[in-house]
Nanobody
Framework: QVQLVESGGGLVQAGDSLRLSCAAS????????MGWFRQAPGKEREFVAA????????VYADSVKGRFTISRDNAKNTVYLQMNSLKPEDTAVYYC?????????????????WGQGTQVTVSS
């Protein structure tokens, strides 16, 4: 059974940093794309960042480009999201996602596996 477990969320002030982790179990994702999405109250789930499988290429939403960095440690089967210069509008539940293919895509419907989410709250 595939499991994605996020950690690292919390309450921070604007301008602070957080690093989210997503530990995968049940299968390896070395050659699969992984992504991060977020959902704020009353809003649809939106793409944040993705990292490709074998290529390791990265894609970011315009709203986080230059502030967030996605990375992966295949030895640990873990994906990270380093979030710097956080803003109140970054407040959301952040979800880790994995797909069965290596291409780093942005649509949530392209991802097969999802974690339960971790809350990130940024106060002004």
């Amino acid at each position: 059974q595939v499991q994605l477990v996020e950690s690292g969320g919390g309450l921070v002030q604007a301008g602070d940093s957080l690093r989210l982790s997503c530990a995968a179990s049940g299968r390896t994702f070395h050659y699969s794309a992984m992504g991060w999405f977020r959902q704020a109250p009353g809003k649809e789930r939106e793409f944040v960042a993705a990292i490709g499988g074998s290529s390791g290429n990265t894609v970011y939403a315009d709203s986080v480009k230059g502030r967030f960095t996605i990375s992966r440690d295949n030895a640990k089967n873990t994906v990270y999201l380093q979030m710097n210069s956080l803003k109140p509008e970054d407040t959301a539940v952040y979800y880790c996602a994995g797909r069965d293919f290596p291409a780093a895509l942005t649509g949530p419907d392209r991802f097969n596996y999802w974690g339960q989410g971790t809350q990130v709250t940024v106060s002004s």
